[in-house]
C-alpha cells in the first residue's frame, strides 16, 4: 500500500543529497503533521519524509499488523527513492520503524525509538472506547461541537483533542480515519509479534522515553538488546508518552545530534 507523504527538504543543497532522508512516523491516531515541528528543523539540511500509516490521515485503509505497516512503509519510500533511511517512529510508529528495520535491515540507515519498546505497551481500550465506532454524528458538526460530542466518551483533554482531529467536520461529518480497521487490530497494535531467533538490526539505534511514561522499563532491556545491540538509552525529564510535545526543545537536541552522527 502506497502511504500519504508530506515532503521536506531544502530548496537546492548537494550536501543534502548525499545524507540518508529521514522518515517520520507518528503513533496510534495520529498523523504525519504531528512531528511536523521536528520535521521542519531536519529539513534544512536534509530530505524529510512524513508518513501517514495506514488508517491513518490521508493513506488508505486496511488491515493492520506490524509487519503490513512495516511492509506499507519500505513500498512507500521505494517508491519515492528514499532508500535506505533514517527512521524516526512514536510509539506504534516506534514499534512500525523496529519491525522494517528487524525484516529488511539494509532498508535502513538508522533507528530512532521514541518512547516504545518492542514488547507489550501502547494505548488501552479504555483510552478509546469502543463505543466511538458507534457514534451517532448530527448533520453538521463544528471543532467545538465535535470536542461536546467525544467530552462523555473521552475525558481526557489531550486524547479527545487528537481524535477531533481524526473526524470529518462540517456537512457529513464522520470519522476520517479508518476506525473500524483500527479496533479490531487494537490488540495487535498493543503487543509485539514473536520473532524467529537470531533477528536483530545492527544499525545505529536510539530509544527516547519520557521520564514519566510507563512505556519503556528496565523490564525491557533484555529485548531491546538482544535485538538491537548497539542501542543507546536517553531520558528526558519530567516528560510524558508525548515526549516531543512534553519538551520540544530537548527532543529536537536530541534527534538533531542523532542525525548528524
Known amino acids: 500500500m502506497l502511504l500519504n507523504v508530506i515532503e521536506r527538504g531544502p530548496e537546492a543543497s548537494s550536501d543534502a543529497q548525499s545524507l540518508p532522508p529521514v522518515v517520520l512516523l507518528h503513533g496510534l491516531f ?15 539540511t536534509r530530505r524529510t519524509l512524513a508518513l501517514d500509516l495506514r488508517n491513518h490521515g490521508d493513506s488508505p ?22 532508500l535506505p533511511a533514517m527512521l524516526l517512529g512514536h510509539s506504534m510508529g516506534g514499534k512500525t520503524a523496529m519491525m522494517l528495520a528487524l525484516r529488511h535491515p539494509d532498508c535502513v540507515h538508522s533507528l530512532l525509538v521514541v518512547d516504545i519498546a518492542p514488547g507489550e505497551g501502547g494505548f488501552t481500550r479504555m483510552d478509546v472506547p469502543a463505543e466511538l465506532e458507534k457514534l451517532d454524528f448530527p448533520p453538521h458538526l463544528d471543532r467545538a461541537e465535535a470536542d461536546a460530542l467525544l467530552r462523555p466518551l473521552i475525558p481526557n483533554e489531550a486524547i479527545r483533542q487528537m481524535m477531533v482531529q481524526n473526524m470529518r467536520l462540517g456537512d457529513n461529518p464522520g470519522w476520517s480515519i479508518g ?19 537470531g533477528t536483530q538490526y545492527n544499525g545505529p539505534t536510539l530509544f527516547i522515553r519520557g521520564e514519566i511514561s510507563p512505556y519503556i ?3 525491557n532491556y533484555p529485548a531491546m538488546h538482544r535485538l538491537f545491540p548497539h542501542y543507546t538509552l536517553e531520558t ?23 542525525a548528524e552522527r
Open 236 to 258: 528526558i525529564s519530567g516528560a510524558g508518552h508525548w515526549v516531543h510535545v512534553d519538551a520540544p526543545k530537548r527532543f529536537a537536541e536530541l534527534v538533531e545530534k542523532f
Open 179 to 197: 476506525l473500524a480497521d483500527i479496533m479490531t487490530a487494537l490488540p495487535t497494535i498493543m503487543g509485539w509479534p514473536d520473532l524467529p531467533e
Open 30 to 44: 495520529g498523523r504525519a503533521r504531528n512531528l511536523g515541528f521536528v520535521q521542519r528543523k531536519l529539513a534544512a
Open 61 to 82: 485503509h486496511g488491515p493492520m499488523s506490524f509487519q503490513i505497516m512495516a511492509e506499507d512503509v519500505r513500498e512507500t519510500l521505494e517508491h519515492h527513492n528514499a
Open 217 to 219: 522499563q528496565p523490564k
